[in-house]
């Protein structure tokens, strides 16, 4: 089984700020991972996926994720967030299906909120 | 391209009583799943609908029911109703076998039971 543990539950940051988001997770087999966004009153919002290949993944707004094999760990970052960005940012894996489609195992989430 | 499509937006319910949430998948897409999202949590997979039937279950009661029809919209169908239940349900659609990551999200439907 898999589990995911996203270390901050609430984190604010100043616009224009860098941030780090950060995400762990625990499985026995290879995933792939995903970081999802949340804007209030919505549905989740693909923002990036590492499936294999760089460890270095970026979405098209400026975030990237790094996959750490060593530290298990996923974290998401962004240079210079804008107050657009505040949301609810979800961190998931699964596993690589075999049979099918596996599914998504998510985390808490973490609430990024940027400060004016 | 449409998108995942969710019925009602909200919906208020009594303890015991139950209740059927609709979803229509993506264009192109065969596979619905359903996620529960309690407040301040994340999305707790429920079930997984293929070619009209169930193809994979999270750690959910059997009041708990789904399915899916030859257009690849879906059900979700809660009875007895619990406090518990309250919750955003998301839907998502996907291709079988198809893109790793392929997961489409609906908006969600809001059910509080009081």
């Known amino acids: 089984a898999q589990s995911v543990t996203q270390l901050d539950s609430q984190v604010p940051v100043f616009e224009e700020a860098p941030v780090e988001l950060r995400c762990n997770y625990s499985?026995?087999?290879?995933?792939?991972l995903f970081w999802y966004v949340q804007y209030p009153n919505q549905g989740l919002q693909l923002l990036l996926k590492?499936?294999?290949?760089?460890?270095l993944v970026e979405s098209i707004n400026g975030f990237e994720a790094e996959f750490n094999k060593s530290q298990t760990s996923f974290h998401l970052r962004k240079p210079s967030v804008h107050i657009s960005d505040t949301a609810e940012y979800f961190c998931a894996v699964r596993t690589p299906y075999t049979s099918g489609n596996t599914p998504l195992v998510f985390g808490k989430g973490t609430r990024l909120s940027v400060i004016a | 391209e449409t998108g995942v499509t969710q019925s009602p937006t909200h919906l208020i319910k009594t303890r015991g009583q139950q209740v059927t949430l609709r979803c229509s998948s993506q264009?192109?897409?065969?596979?619905v799943s359903w996620y529960q999202q309690a407040l301040g949590q994340g999305p707790q997979f429920i079930f997984q609908?293929?070619?009209?039937?169930?193809?994979g279950r999270g750690n959910f009661p059997p009041r708990f029911s789904g399915l899916q029809f030859p257009n690849y919209s879906s059900e979700l169908n809660v009875n007895a109703l619990e406090l518990d239940d309250s919750a955003l349900y998301l839907c998502?659609?996907?291709?079988?076998?198809?893109?790793?990551?392929?997961?489409?999200f609906g908006s969600g439907t809001r059910l509080t039971v009081v």
């Open positions: 998502a659609s996907s291709l079988f076998r198809g893109n790793n990551y392929g997961y489409t």
């Open positions: 609908y293929y070619r009209e039937e169930e193809n």
């Open positions: 590492y499936l294999s290949g760089s460890t």
């Open positions: 499985s026995s087999v290879s995933v792939y």
């Open positions: 264009s192109g897409h065969n596979t």
